[in-house]
């Protein structure tokens, strides 16, 4: 069956990059857009954005514009935050597109299990 | 702040029927379909309802979605102990041009 299996966790310092990555199983990694979620401890989930395995392109919310980046291998896609703040401290999650939709038609599954990304001095 | 809202919790007793809202505008669920999720406890999230009212392989059809206008409403008939879970609806937003969430609702079966 199709999973998601993502790396541990992560303690980042203010101002350090994190990368997490979230290896594919069970389904042709081309086949279908890759998104990227987060959680804040006590928050809704947040949409980072998506990346096109198949050609490598992405799309990034204005948000992480700049700071975040999303690349893949043959099995494997991550997701990079640079100069972390605080305020990043979060579950991380990929969750699979279904197929190469993007926009309003989309949902998402499945999800990785997360990972737990924590910003401290 | 979420961009959907949400009320942040909700309970019910066993065999019970709930409904969970959902509240957005014309530029997200006014214009584009509702997905919501199940988040147990420890455990990735879940589709659980996709295009508004279509349920996933799996998914009992105690679980039912519908939208009206600018929002959208999640019912859990049978009410049962292992609903006990987070659910968070979802949406595209033309304007923002991305993916926006509700802030969760916190289910809890008495």
């Known amino acids: 069956q199709v999973q998601l299996v993502q790396s541990g966790a992560e303690v980042g310092k203010p101002g350090a990059s994190v990368k997490v990555s979230c290896k594919t199983s069970?389904?042709?990694?081309?086949?279908?857009?890759m998104h990227w979620v987060r959680q804040a401890p006590g928050q809704g989930l947040e949409w980072m954005g998506w990346?096109?395995?198949?050609?490598?392109a992405t799309k990034y919310t204005q948000k992480f514009q700049g700071r975040v980046t999303m690349t893949r291998d043959t099995s494997t896609v991550y997701m990079e935050l640079s100069s972390l703040r605080p305020d990043d401290t979060a579950v991380y999650y990929c969750?699979?597109?279904?197929?190469?939709?993007?926009?309003?038609?989309?949902?998402?599954?499945?999800w990785g299990q997360g990972t737990l990304v924590t910003v401290s001095s | 702040q979420s961009v959907l809202t949400q009320p942040p919790s909700a309970s019910g007793t066993p065999g019970q029927t709930v409904t969970i809202s959902c509240s957005g505008s014309?530029?997200?669920?006014?214009?584009?379909?509702v997905n919501w999720y199940q988040h147990l406890p420890g455990a990735a999230p879940q589709l659980l309802i996709y295009?508004?009212?279509y349920r996933p392989s799996g998914v009992p059809d105690r679980f039912s979605g519908s939208k009206s206008g600018t929002s959208a409403s999640l019912a859990i008939s049978g009410l049962q102990s292992e609903d006990e879970a987070d659910y968070s609806c979802?949406?595209?937003?033309?304007?923002?041009?991305?993916?926006?969430f509700g802030g969760g609702t916190k289910l809890t079966v008495l």
């Open positions: 969750a699979r597109g279904n197929g190469y939709c993007t926009g309003g038609s989309c949902w998402f599954d499945p």
């Open positions: 069970g389904y042709t990694l081309t086949d279908n857009y």
């Open positions: 990346i096109n395995p198949y050609s490598g």
């Open positions: 014309s530029t997200n669920i006014g214009s584009n379909y």
């Open positions: 295009t508004n009212s």
């Open positions: 979802a949406a595209w937003d033309d304007s923002l041009s991305g993916w926006v």
